[in-house]
């Protein structure tokens, strides 16, 4: 269901620009800090499975999975919009409001999702166990840096030792498994 070709070529986009992105957070001194390379991985994990899969799954299913997959895309492409203003325009994000979305994001999921054997399924538990870590994630960073403004990714400062190591084990996990869910989808 997934077309390896497009797949493949949001991907190869996603990475190139991934690239200069982590070369303007490290070395340019952009706002919101230096990213990690644990991070950087999760960033484009959550790229790929919260927008490219979904969107081409929108074009390959029908029904309520086409319902649930546009629903889905529909609302992380407003919190993108909404993100990036705060993010880069007002520099007021604050991951509370990360966690409310995500909230809402997995309950908007589990209304949705049939309740079936499929693929589609296993995706759709997919996408709420990463939205779940994204939590986790995010809790923990803002734990860390209430007080500051402007900091929006874990960098490899020692403070965020935790975090990224338990990132990095995520993002094997997640890889891993969004592997199987394109083969099979």
Do not use: C
Not at 84 to 101: C, D, E, N, R, T
Not at 137 to 148: I, M, N, P, Q, V
């Amino acid at each position: 269901m997934v077309h390896p070709g497009s797949l493949l070529a949001a991907t190869a986009a996603l990475v190139l620009v991934s690239a200069v992105f982590y070369w303007r957070q490290n070395y340019r001194g952009q706002i919101g800090g230096a990213i990690s390379l644990a991070k950087m991985l999760w960033l484009d994990y959550a790229i790929v499975a919260w927008f490219v899969v979904p969107a081409l799954l929108i074009r390959s299913t029908t029904g309520a999975w086409q319902r649930l997959f546009t629903i889905h895309l529909i609302n992380f492409g407003a919190r993108a919009v909404i993100e990036l203003i705060l993010l880069y325009v007002f520099v007021k994000w604050s991951p509370v409001y990360g966690i409310a979305h995500d909230l809402f994001s997995i309950a908007l999921i589990t209304f949705f999702a049939p309740n079936d054997a499929s693929i589609l399924s296993h995706y759709a538990w997919t996408l709420r166990i990463g939205l779940v870590f994204e939590i986790v994630f995010a809790a923990l960073f803002h734990r860390l840096t209430s007080k500051e403004r402007a900091i929006y990714f874990a960098s490899n400062d020692s403070r965020f030792r935790f975090i990224n190591i338990l990132t990095m084990i995520v993002d094997t996990v997640a890889y891993g498994d969004l592997v199987y869910v394109v083969r099979h989808a």
